[in-house]
């Protein structure tokens, strides 16, 4: 876990590295790294590397980093877990390579020597790294293939830069802070900024599952080495199993995650919540050994006694499997006070991650360095109403939406006549312009704002050159490359390539790290995916989906547990939002758009982040 | 799989430019310079130039540089183009040397299937060009832009890749070492008759089209300069069609006998300039690169130039002169009378040398081979 930064002067022209600017970034980063800070910088002062530390693998010095090879030919900065490190390692040994520290970066430095860019493909875990071969004058990126950990770089055509935050390349100093419209649009067409857009024209993000070469002559292209498309659409030629197979193979392939995920010489606690989901992951931690288990809930006064509160439910799960649990109370107070700490951590605007800060604080308070999170289940097993919605919209609208003129004159019809206000949801006046495709239903069902929208709270020139470069159905549409041909396969792809890629991960990573806490999720996970979609990809009946996680633990999940419907993890936010103080120069109530009574909260608190933000 | 460099076949490039040998201008000298460098690289390219105007007889060109005759109508160039595609050939790259004939250029490198270079200079690739331009733009393979400047704002209009547009900066050899400027000092006060004087220097043409130069915003921060430094004399070199407009500037400011237009001067009289000067001064806001801030800080002079286009690369990011807001007379009054008072160390601007560019040159041209 930690954070990344580097300066490559790559370009003869450029000015050497400013050692400075390399700091200023790095230390920027602190709380994602409180344990340790390193800096290296090249004798040609053409190259620098820095790091961030939270020790958690290798406690001792042997871990810190930037780390050499013991030639000093490669030199890498690392953030992340590589969970398959102990096989690894014995393979290389094998090999005959000797190591020289108990961490799992040194592997990186080996299977780079011997592999070149395509070590990545070995790799099963979390990550973002960066790689300098010395002799060669060349840095090697690669970030994980799902994205939990984040990178993002600048280039100006002299000078490389990369970081594993936005903001920490900020405060750099030498990088100019122009917006980027694309990153405003995205904000408000999905909630997050979509990458590889970030808020700032500077800044582009690593694209997750990609790998990048910069050498003397400055980038190469970007190098895609996963796709979860491509896993999906390999898994629908696999033949189909029989039921009792299928649960067997998912069975071993969950727990096999999970003692993977499990790796760590610190104590890994859990998140738990009332789903199945967290609920599954307890139980096979317990399955994979782990004897003493931390559990943490987060609950709200406001829900008290709802059924919106998760507290009873998980603390039948913890005892259920025996865990030392902590139910957590949030107050509004206690939203309010630490609201422009969330502001300022938050490194990318988005409409969540409130909840996880919340937990995430906790854990850290009960002394945690790592938590588990169930984050992922509902991409992988079809929990989301958008399995059935997005499938459903695309037959019945597939033919109205061709009709030309048709859906665009409808939602013309719907956004200026009295029936905008009888919608019950305003996006609904784009669903016969949207709805007849994956990418266009998938927009209703996700977006925040529809294009169409975005003038009631952006300037007319923003919304045109942001749409221009985001094209927000044609970057749907691109994440199903190669296309499934399953509607479970689709909208599990766009649902792990967009939602969850840019807000859930990105929420984990910044609130996560922002208490220096490491969040791993065991449902995230290539390996996993890779045993899992030829048994998902053919769609079985969804509720099923879901059975196969509960019943993966030796003790299945509780059948309370089970039995409950989904609720979504829900936060008072909303209410909390109408005192809270945003520190921005303008709320929402200025925007006739989203003052009028029915406006869904969300639209609120994107108005309210994006304008304390900027 | 690459081949050893030995083994990979000689790349042939056809290369549509405006102008290059033959003629004059910072465009033909950049092209001069690039075609130059891959001719003449460990692994040379062949190539056929074929130019808009100049007549390249009597010119130096190596022995893998064939220029056709220059075409200037746009027909008559079109045709000549495609007729060289087919005639010359077979080729592995295009090179189009400027924006406005990458339409052309993208036509004729989809015809022979191969990777298209476009080269991109300065104000021409600034704002977002008709849709055409923009069409064949977004085709090319690899685009070269002569400062980071430039290509910043390529990338605000384009459809490409970042990775694509980089940055091969103007090349500069100092013609004469600054160490020789003391001993030549005197003498050169002397003959311009500037004996006495702190000298302000600008080297540009005074075209009224392009007033972007910035010498009214000096003319403007003279009182301010004079308060403090009673000799300041400004010096502009060079002549043009705004020349007269500035003379009234200089005359309403009430500086008119501190600003003394030199007109259009030769190789040697300009040399006498730079040695006789204190600070050169251009607070431009439209350069692409700038290659006369090289030369004076290469003549041993302190430059002050605008922060917000090519002339930011020019200097380094202020590395190797001053930086300031072009706009703001003040700003660059104050930057005149710093240089006046407080004596600069002289700086290197070596790294814009010919031997880095050609490097750099050549091994763009040949990740387009191993990218095709």
Same mark, same amino acid.
């Given at each position: 876990?930690?954070?990344?930064?580097?300066?490559?002067?790559?370009?003869?022209?450029?000015?050497?590295?400013?050692?400075?600017?390399?700091?200023?970034?790095?230390?920027?980063?602190?709380?994602?790294?409180?344990?340790?800070?390193?800096?290296?910088?090249?004798?040609?002062?053409?190259?620098?590397?820095?790091?961030?530390?939270?020790?958690?693998?290798?406690?001792?010095?042997?871990?810190?980093?930037?780390?050499?090879?013991?030639?000093?030919?490669?030199?890498?900065?690392?953030?992340?877990?590589?969970?398959?490190?102990?096989?690894?390692?014995?393979?290389?040994?094998?090999?005959?390579?000797?190591?020289?520290?108990?961490?799992?970066?040194?592997?990186?430095?080996?299977?780079?020597?011997?592999?070149?860019?395509?070590?990545?493909?070995?790799?099963?875990?979390?990550?973002?790294?960066?790689?300098?071969?010395?002799?060669?004058?060349?840095?090697?990126?690669?970030?994980?293939?799902?994205?939990?950990?984040?990178?993002?770089?600048?280039?100006?055509?002299?000078?490389?830069?990369?970081?594993?935050?936005?903001? =920490?390349?900020?405060?750099?100093?030498?990088?100019?802070?122009?917006?980027?419209?694309?990153?405003?649009?995205?904000?408000?067409?999905?909630?997050?900024?979509?990458?590889?857009?970030?808020?700032?024209?500077?800044?582009?993000?690593?694209?997750?599952?990609?790998?990048?070469?910069?050498?003397?002559?400055?980038?190469?292209?970007?190098?895609?080495?996963?796709?979860?498309?491509?896993?999906?659409?390999?898994?629908?030629?696999?033949?189909?199993?029989?039921?009792?197979?299928?649960?067997?193979?998912?069975?071993? =392939?969950?727990?096999?995650?999970?003692?993977?995920?499990?790796?760590?010489?610190?104590?890994?606690?859990?998140?738990? &919540?009332?789903?199945?989901? &967290?609920?599954?992951?307890?139980?096979?931690?317990?399955?994979?050994?782990?004897?003493?288990?931390?559990?943490?809930?987060?609950?709200?006064?406001?829900?008290?006694?709802?059924?919106?509160?998760?507290?009873?439910?998980?603390?039948?799960?913890?005892?259920?499997?025996?865990?030392?649990?902590?139910?957590?109370?949030?107050?509004?107070?206690?939203?309010?006070?630490?609201?422009?700490?969330?502001?300022?951590?938050?490194?990318?605007?988005?409409?969540?991650?409130?909840?996880?800060?919340?937990?995430?604080?906790?854990?850290?308070?009960?002394?945690?360095?790592?938590?588990?999170?169930?984050?992922?289940?509902?991409?992988?097993?079809?929990?989301?109403?958008?399995?059935?919605?997005?499938?459903?919209?695309?037959?019945?609208?597939?033919?109205?939406?061709?009709?030309?003129?048709?859906?665009?004159?409808?939602?013309?019809?719907?956004?200026?006549?009295?029936?905008?206000?009888?919608?019950?949801?305003?996006?609904?006046?784009?669903?016969?312009?949207?709805?007849?495709?994956?990418?266009?239903?998938?927009?209703?069902?996700?977006?925040?704002?529809?294009?169409?929208?975005?003038?009631?709270?952006?300037?007319?020139?923003?919304?045109?050159?942001?749409?221009?470069?985001?094209?927000?159905?044609?970057?749907?549409?691109?994440?199903?490359?190669?296309?499934?041909?399953?509607?479970?396969?689709?909208?599990?792809?766009?649902?792990?390539?967009?939602?969850?890629?840019?807000?859930?991960?990105?929420?984990?990573?910044?609130?996560?790290?922002?208490?220096?806490?490491?969040?791993?999720?065991?449902?995230?996970? &290539?390996?996993?995916?890779?045993?899992?979609?030829?048994?998902?990809?053919?769609?079985?009946?969804?509720?099923?989906?879901?059975?196969?996680?509960?019943?993966?633990?030796?003790?299945?999940?509780?059948?309370?547990?089970?039995?409950?419907?989904?609720?979504?993890?829900?936060?008072?936010?909303?209410?909390?939002?109408?005192?809270?103080?945003?520190?921005?120069?303008?709320?929402?109530?200025?925007?006739?758009?989203?003052?009028?009574?029915?406006?869904?909260?969300?639209?609120?608190?994107?108005?309210?982040?994006?304008?304390?933000?900027? | 799989?690459?081949?050893?460099?030995?083994?990979?076949?000689?790349?042939?490039?056809?290369?549509?430019?405006?102008?290059?040998?033959?003629?004059?201008?910072?465009?033909?000298?950049?092209?001069?310079?690039?075609?130059?460098?891959?001719?003449?690289? $460990?692994?040379?390219?062949?190539?056929?130039?074929?130019?808009?105007?100049?007549?390249?007889?009597?010119?130096?060109?190596?022995?893998?540089?064939?220029?056709?005759?220059?075409?200037?109508?746009?027909?008559?160039?079109?045709?000549?183009?495609?007729?060289?595609?087919?005639?010359?050939?077979?080729?592995?790259?295009?090179?189009?040397?400027?924006?406005?004939?990458?339409?052309?250029?993208?036509?004729?490198?989809?015809?022979?299937?191969?990777?298209?270079?476009?080269?991109?200079?300065?104000?021409?690739?600034?704002?977002?060009?008709?849709?055409?331009?923009?069409?064949?733009?977004?085709?090319?393979?690899?685009?070269?832009?002569?400062?980071?400047?430039?290509?910043?704002?390529?990338?605000?209009?384009?459809?490409?890749?970042?990775?694509?547009?980089?940055?091969?900066?103007?090349?500069?050899?100092?013609?004469?070492?600054?160490?020789?400027?003391?001993?030549?000092?005197?003498?050169?006060?002397?003959?311009?008759?500037?004996?006495?004087?702190?000298?302000?220097?600008?080297?540009?043409?005074?075209?009224?089209?392009?007033?972007?130069?910035?010498?009214?915003?000096?003319?403007?921060?003279?009182?301010?300069?004079?308060?403090?430094?009673?000799?300041?004399?400004?010096?502009?070199?060079?002549?043009?069609?705004?020349?007269?407009?500035? $003379?009234?500037?200089?005359? $309403?400011?009430?500086?008119?006998?501190?600003?003394?237009?030199?007109?259009?001067?030769?190789?040697?009289?300009?040399?006498?300039?730079?040695?006789?000067?204190?600070?050169?001064?251009?607070?431009?806001?439209?350069?692409?690169?700038?290659?006369?801030?090289?030369?004076?800080?290469?003549?041993?002079?302190?430059?002050?130039?605008?922060?917000?286009?090519?002339?930011?690369?020019?200097?380094?990011?202020?590395?190797?002169?001053?930086?300031?807001?072009?706009?703001?007379?003040?700003?660059?009054?104050?930057?005149?009378?710093?240089?006046?008072?407080?004596?600069?160390?002289?700086?290197?601007?070596?790294?814009?040398?010919?031997?880095?560019?050609?490097?750099?040159?050549?091994?763009?041209?040949?990740?387009?081979?191993?990218?095709?």
């Amino acid at each position: 876990m930690c954070g990344i930064a580097g300066i490559f002067a790559y370009h003869y022209a450029a000015n050497p590295v400013d050692a400075g600017e390399l700091q200023r970034t790095r230390d920027h980063m602190a709380a994602r790294g409180p344990d340790g800070a390193g800096l290296w910088i090249g004798e040609d002062r053409r190259i620098g590397l820095a790091h961030r530390r939270l020790s958690i693998i290798d406690l001792s010095a042997g871990g810190a980093q930037p780390m050499f090879s013991a030639d000093g030919r490669l030199a890498v900065t690392f953030n992340g877990e590589i969970y398959n490190y102990p096989a690894l390692r014995a393979d290389l040994e094998r090999a005959g390579r000797t190591f020289l520290t108990q961490s799992d970066t040194e592997v990186l430095l080996h299977l780079y020597d011997l592999h070149g860019p395509d070590m990545v493909r070995r790799l099963r875990g979390m990550f973002a790294f960066a790689i300098f071969d010395q002799r060669a004058n060349q840095l090697f990126l690669a970030r994980d293939p799902y994205g939990i950990k984040p990178l993002y770089y600048a280039d100006n055509g002299w000078t490389f830069r990369f970081a594993s935050q936005v903001k =920490a390349l900020i405060a750099g100093g030498a990088i100019s802070g122009e917006p980027d419209a694309a990153g405003q649009v995205g904000f408000y067409v999905f909630g997050s900024v979509p990458e590889p857009f970030t808020t700032h024209r500077a800044v582009s993000a690593l694209e997750a599952g990609h790998t990048l070469i910069v050498d003397r002559l400055g980038m190469r292209a970007q190098v895609r080495y996963h796709s979860i498309a491509a896993a999906y659409e390999a898994a629908e030629a696999a033949p189909r199993l029989a039921a009792h197979e299928a649960e067997e193979k998912s069975r071993a =392939a969950l727990l096999d995650s999970v003692r993977h995920h499990l790796l760590a010489d610190v104590p890994v606690g859990a998140f738990l &919540s009332s789903g199945v989901d &967290s609920g599954s992951l307890v139980g096979l931690m317990r399955d994979a050994g782990q004897n003493d288990i931390e559990t943490v809930t987060l609950s709200f006064r406001e829900f008290e006694g709802d059924h919106h509160d998760e507290a009873p439910l998980a603390a039948e799960v913890a005892r259920h499997y025996g865990t030392r649990h902590t139910t957590r109370r949030v107050s509004e107070a206690e939203f309010t006070a630490d609201l422009p700490a969330i502001l300022t951590a938050m490194d990318q605007p988005t409409i969540d991650g409130i909840n996880t800060w919340f937990v995430a604080k906790a854990a850290r308070e009960l002394g945690l360095k790592v938590a588990i999170s169930g984050l992922g289940g509902d991409e992988l097993f079809g929990g989301y109403p958008s399995f059935s919605f997005v499938p459903q919209a695309v037959r019945r609208l597939q033919w109205p939406s061709r009709v030309p003129f048709l859906g665009r004159g409808l939602r013309h019809v719907a956004q200026l006549t009295p029936i905008a206000r009888r919608l019950p949801n305003p996006k609904m006046a784009g669903l016969v312009e949207l709805g007849g495709t994956y990418a266009g239903a998938y927009l209703l069902r996700r977006g925040l704002f529809l294009p169409g929208e975005l003038k009631a709270v952006l300037p007319d020139d923003i919304v045109a050159e942001g749409l221009r470069r985001l094209a927000p159905v044609a970057h749907i549409e691109g994440q199903l490359m190669p296309q499934p041909r399953q509607p479970f396969a689709r909208v599990a792809t766009l649902e792990a390539s967009l939602y969850m890629r840019n807000q859930l991960l990105r929420d984990a990573d910044w609130a996560g790290m922002a208490h220096s806490l490491e969040i791993r999720v065991p449902l995230v996970d &290539s390996v996993l995916l890779d045993a899992m979609a030829p048994i998902t990809a053919s769609g079985p009946p969804l509720q099923h989906g879901k059975a196969l996680l509960a019943m993966a633990p030796r003790r299945p999940v509780p059948q309370a547990v089970r039995a409950r419907a989904k609720t979504g993890f829900v936060t008072p936010v909303g209410r909390w939002l109408e005192g809270a103080n945003l520190m921005s120069r303008r709320r929402f109530t200025d925007v006739a758009a989203l003052s009028r009574p029915d406006t869904p909260w969300a639209r609120r608190w994107a108005f309210s982040v994006a304008s304390a933000s900027a | 799989m690459t081949l050893p460099l030995t083994q990979q076949p000689r790349q042939r490039i056809l290369a549509l430019v405006t102008d290059a040998f033959g003629s004059h201008g910072g465009i033909a000298r950049y092209n001069r310079d690039l075609i130059a460098a891959l001719a003449g690289a $460990e692994h040379a390219a062949d190539i056929v130039v074929l130019p808009r105007i100049g007549d390249s007889a009597g010119s130096q060109i190596g022995e893998r540089v064939t220029q056709l005759a220059a075409r200037r109508g746009r027909l008559a160039y079109a045709r000549a183009a495609w007729q060289a595609s087919r005639r010359h050939g077979p080729f592995d790259v295009v090179f189009c040397g400027h924006l406005y004939m990458v339409p052309l250029a993208a036509v004729i490198a989809r015809r022979l299937g191969v990777p298209l270079w476009l080269q991109v200079h300065g104000i021409e690739a600034w704002a977002a060009p008709g849709r055409l331009v923009r069409w064949a733009a977004d085709r090319a393979s690899l685009v070269t832009s002569v400062s980071r400047a430039t290509r910043a704002r390529m990338l605000s209009w384009s459809g490409l890749d970042d990775w694509r547009i980089k940055v091969l900066p103007n090349t500069f050899d100092a013609a004469f070492s600054a160490v020789a400027r003391e001993p030549h000092r005197k003498k050169a006060v002397g003959r311009l008759d500037l004996t006495g004087r702190d000298v302000i220097l600008t080297v540009a043409r005074l075209s009224a089209g392009e007033r972007y130069k910035g010498h009214d915003r000096v003319i403007a921060a003279l009182p301010r300069v004079i308060a403090r430094c009673p000799a300041a004399t400004y010096v502009i070199v060079g002549d043009g069609d705004d020349r007269s407009r500035l $003379e009234a500037l200089a005359g $309403e400011a009430g500086v008119a006998d501190r600003v003394c237009f030199a007109g259009q001067v030769g190789v040697d009289e300009l040399s006498d300039f730079y040695r006789a000067a204190d600070v050169f001064v251009m607070p431009s806001t439209g350069e692409g690169f700038g290659i006369v801030y090289l030369e004076a800080a290469a003549a041993g002079l302190p430059v002050i130039a605008g922060n917000c286009d090519g002339s930011v690369d020019a200097l380094a990011d202020g590395v190797l002169g001053t930086l300031v807001d072009p706009l703001d007379t003040a700003a660059i009054g104050d930057a005149i009378i710093d240089a006046l008072e407080v004596r600069k160390p002289r700086v290197d601007v070596g790294r814009f040398a010919t031997a880095h560019f050609a490097r750099h040159a050549a091994g763009l041209a040949r990740s387009l081979g191993q990218a095709a």
